[in-house]
């Protein structure tokens, strides 16, 4: 087992020194005088005054236990502990897995709605898979394993009221330069962590999107070229897959199948097309591990707080039936 809050514990055992140190400093008495009482011997002899002493004896041994017991076990449910039984889901099964949402497509555009939507709904299944969302000019989503904030952001993305947001892809004007198809798959492939190299994560990018985004004769140059595309994605073991609208695009369907991914059409249901390539995400890469930390197990620290505080207050109870 081990704990990832040390000072949680540090700071209880300052705090428990502290108590007994003044526990031990206050005046035992309230500066009475008690009046000497005649056979004593005799009194503390009776069978039920016997009783009395062993109940309160036995109480207070009971409710000493048990206050500890629970303390610690609640100092020890706060300092994150690692290693115990628990029934989160063990992080290190599996190769973990980044998924790399690519947007080609305005944030208005019905599919690319039906994309978000999906996600929104498909990132709380994850379980060590991380997730980002990059656009045209914008890395939206960076990557991420915080679940939570992902889905809701691939909610907003998905909104009536999405058009209007201006932080998923600005208008930017370029005197020298269109932005191609390419440009915008290798803008996404730059935002997997160590991209220019190989990782031990499994990497999916997923792009949704028109197969060109050049305008009909357009001559302004593109910045990434088919080839240099292929080598960055073959680099950095990603596989590709993209739900293209509109027509096919060579350059995607050939990377897709390099890769090991797939290239679909969206005259469909996007989510289906979507659900067919999560269901066939990247496999894991032989000889390759990834340190994964341990889940939180504060399951049992919990538990037995739990039973303690509640034993605590049956005592009285148990004493007075006595």
């Known amino acids: 087992m081990e704990l990832t809050w040390w000072l949680v514990v540090i700071v209880a055992c300052v705090a428990l020194a502290a108590g007994i140190v003044v526990a031990l400093a206050m005046p035992g008495d309230d500066g009475r005088r008690l009046r000497p009482l005649a056979n004593v011997d005799r009194l503390t002899r009776l069978p039920a005054y016997v009783r009395a002493v062993r109940r309160r004896m036995i109480a207070t041994i009971a409710v000493l236990v048990l206050l500890v017991l ?34 080609g497509a305005p944030v208005d555009d019905p599919q690319l709605a039906a994309a978000m939507r999906f996600f929104a709904g498909h990132v709380p299944t994850f379980d060590t898979q991380r997730i980002g969302l990059t656009s045209p000019n914008r890395r939206v989503i960076p990557m991420t394993r915080d679940h939570q904030y992902a889905a809701a952001r691939f909610g907003e993305y998905a909104g009536s009221d999405a058009a209007r947001r201006g932080d998923f ?13 390419e ?15 190989a990782g031990a994560q499994r990497r999916s990018l997923i792009y949704v999107g028109p197969s060109t985004l050049r305008a009909p004769g357009e001559t302004r140059p593109s910045v990434v070229g088919a080839e240099q595309l292929r080598e960055l994605a073959t680099t950095a073991g990603v596989q590709v897959n993209a739900v293209v609208t509109g027509p096919s695009n060579a350059t995607l369907d050939d990377l897709a199948r390099t890769t090991g991914g797939k290239s679909e059409s969206s005259s ?3 989510a289906v097309r979507l659900a067919e390539i999560r269901d066939a995400p990247p496999p894991p890469t032989p000889g390759q591990t990834v340190r994964v930390s341990t889940p939180e197990s504060p399951d049992v620290p919990l538990a037995v707080a739990v039973l303690a505080l509640a034993a605590l207050s049956l005592v009285p109870l148990a004493v007075k039936s006595r």
């Open 268 to 270: 469909g249901d996007v």
């Open 169 to 181: 892809s600005p208008a930017v004007s370029y005197a020298n330069y269109a932005e191609s198809t």
């Open 183 to 197: 440009d915008v798959l290798a803008l996404c492939l730059t935002g997997f962590p160590d991209f220019d190299e």
């Open 70 to 103: 629970a303390c610690g076990a609640s100092v020890l449910a706060a300092a994150r502990p690692t290693g115990l039984p628990t029934a989160a889901h063990d992080a290190d099964t599996g190769q973990p897995e980044d998924v790399m949402v690519c947007a």
